[in-house]
């Protein structure tokens, strides 16, 4: 199974970018679709965006749609998640996520089985 290793976090200013990368370790990178999530203290872990095997399929938050823009590099073995016009309510550590399938088109929102240590992101207004 793989690991999954998040970075790219910090501190920005509202309305600046930040772009997540979510290393994952070991060659079958290419057969487990992804996801990002986030978790502000106190409150429960929320979707964000998922990306199916290929990359060929993505889902976003619906209030994330517009602004936040998930992607893979398989021969990397790395997904991204640029984030852009960021917002102080987006302050959050996010986590990737990663749960293997056999349809290389499907995605998930949820039921991932490996997760990444997280990674901060802070927002300031």
């Known amino acids: 199974q793989v690991q999954l290793v998040e970075s790219g976090g910090g501190l920005v200013q509202a309305g600046e970018s930040l772009r997540l990368s979510c290393a994952a370790s070991?060659?079958?990178?290419?057969?487990?679709?992804v996801g990002w999530f986030r978790q502000v203290p106190g409150k429960e872990r929320e979707f964000v965006a998922a990306?199916?095997?290929?990359?060929?399929?993505?889902d976003y938050a619906d209030s994330l749609k517009g602004r936040f823009t998930i992607s893979r590099d398989n021969a990397k073995n790395t997904m991204y998640l640029q984030m852009n016009s960021l917002k102080p309510e987006d302050t959050a550590v996010y986590y990737c996520?990663?749960?293997?399938?056999?349809?290389?088109?499907?995605?998930?929102?949820?039921?991932?089985?490996?997760w990444g240590q997280g990674t901060q992101v802070t927002v300031s207004s």
């Open positions: 990306i199916s095997r290929s990359g060929g399929t993505t």
């Open positions: 996520a990663a749960r293997r399938t056999y349809d290389s088109e499907r995605l998930y929102t949820g039921e991932y089985d490996v």
């Open positions: 070991g060659r079958t990178f290419s057969s487990y679709a």
